[in-house]
């Protein structure tokens, strides 16, 4: 994962001086960008090996949800038949 620059801002203006808002804003924007995951990431060393497996593991558990996913669309298809 390459070391790039994150920045989330806030403009008053978008929450028209709403400070409750503001903070909220700038929540989600954090979420979206994983800034604390990324954080919590590189706070301890991983040997190579190990985040292999977790990424082979989280990808086999997308898939999982895929295929999940795509049987219950089946499954409601076939309903209304």
Known sequence: MGKSAINVNVAAKECRGNHEKMIRKFIKKTKKNRILEIVRE????????????????????ARLREMRKKTR????????K
């Open 42 to 61: 590189r706070r301890y060393h991983k040997k190579p090996s190990i985040k292999k497996k977790e990424k082979r593991l989280r990808a086999q558990r």
């Open 73 to 80: 669309a089946q499954e409601r298809r076939n309903r209304k």
